[in-house]
């Protein structure tokens, strides 16, 4: 088969929404102060669902892997690949997809994980891709997901007041007809500060600082170029101008960036799948929850051109053209 095609798409929520106005009243109980027009001003977001105490990753991909089981027309036992975009894994190992693949009910297809920050779905989609068209898999399941909650420190305001929990999923199956047209990933090591979570679990202790750690500006400028050129990338490769791009996908981390990246490709805000504003940045869940959401809303319908887009910690960023 010439391509992987999209054929079913899923999504979850976890069920505590906390608006702008709640986390606010929750930051001031610690003498912390923001409020519901700074966030809304700087970043478009008006609401973020926060998982939990007891709700991992594998938990709020389960119910998006079944929705988009259940779209594609295929069962769990199908599947010959699981894989997992997430920053937030459910434990050290094994990977929340050989998890989620025991909560499916099936076993032996291959599952694994991908980290690749608020990237890592366009990074997990362009490896199923590859390894369909390779002839390694015929359906795959690739999953953003992530409890980003978990990394976040509550006492600081410049980072907290950004980012939510959930999870998206696709279906990709092997087809003759066109579907994915062309992915490109890159990531720049040497950018590692400006976006990080520099900490981690040594010997049974916690060693560094394990929540965000943002240079807000820096990651500004760095998204906006990034997605920029990389978009210009996929566009050329599949050959399909931006005129006929019915939508743009982007991550959804700020509404600024995103606005900056339609303008810049000069496609109409119209055009532009917006979710920031009820999501908050969900990492490497944020673009298939959008996409689920368009699909399921009846804006985004088969034949359509679609540009996908991620830009995150490593600093990683990738794109995928897709006829959906
Ligand atoms: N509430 C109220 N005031 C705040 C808050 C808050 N939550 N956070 C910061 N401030 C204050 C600052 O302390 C500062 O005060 P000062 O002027 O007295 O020093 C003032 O607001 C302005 O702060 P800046 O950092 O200059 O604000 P800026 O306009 O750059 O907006 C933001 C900050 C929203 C983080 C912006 O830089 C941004 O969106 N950057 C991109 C980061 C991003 O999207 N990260 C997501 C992860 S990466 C990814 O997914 C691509």
């Known amino acids: 088969p010439r391509y992987a095609r999209i054929l079913g798409t899923g999504s979850h929520l976890p069920a505590r929404r906390v608006s702008n106005e709640d986390l606010a009243a929750q930051l001031a ?64 190992f094994p990977s929340t997809a050989c998890l989620l693949q025991a909560k499916l009910g099936v ?25 369909i068209r390779a002839g390694q898999a015929r359906h795959a399941l690739v999953i953003g997901a992530e409890v980003f909650s978990r990394l976040l420190d509550f006492k600081d305001r410049t980072t907290c007041v950004l980012f939510g929990d959930g999870a998206g999923a696709v279906v990709l199956g092997a087809s003759d007809e066109p579907g994915i047209r ?22 049974g202790s916690v ?21 920029d050129k990389v978009a210009r990338e996929v566009i050329e ?22 606005k900056g990246t339609a303008k810049k490709l000069g496609l109409p805000e119209e055009r532009m799948v917006v979710t920031v504003q009820e999501h908050g940045n969900t990492s490497a869940a944020s673009v298939p929850l959008a996409l689920d959401e368009a699909i399921r809303a009846g804006q985004i319908r088969r034949g359509q051109n679609l540009l996908l887009e991620g830009v995150g910690g490593g600093f990683t960023w990738g794109a995928a053209l897709i006829t959906y």
């Not at 060693?207 to 990651?219: C, E, I, N, T, W």
């Open 29 to 92: 109980a610690d003498g912390i102060e923001t409020s519901d027009a700074w966030i809304t001003e700087r970043t478009g977001i008006k609401a973020r669902y926060f998982a939990g105490p007891g709700e991992s990753t594998s938990d709020l991909a389960l119910p998006a892997a079944r929705r988009a089981l259940e779209a594609a027309g295929i069962e769990a036992a199908q599947l010959d690949l699981i894989v997992v975009a997430t920053t937030t894994p459910d434990m050290v």
């Open 107 to 131: 076993a032996g297809c291959a599952a694994f994980d991908l980290q690749a920050v608020c990237s890592g779905f366009l990074y997990a989609l362009s490896v199923a891709d590859a390894m």
């Open 182 to 203: 062309a992915t490109a990933l890159h990531a720049d090591g040497a950018q590692a500060e400006v976006l990080c979570v520099p900490g981690t679990v040594h010997g």
């Open 207 to 227: 060693v560094g600082h394990p929540v965000v750690r943002m240079d807000g500006q820096a990651v500004f400028k760095l998204a906006v170029s990034a997605l």
């Open 237 to 258: 490769r599949a050959g399909i101008p931006a005129e006929q791009i019915d939508w743009l996908i982007p991550h959804q981390a700020n509404l600024r960036i995103m």
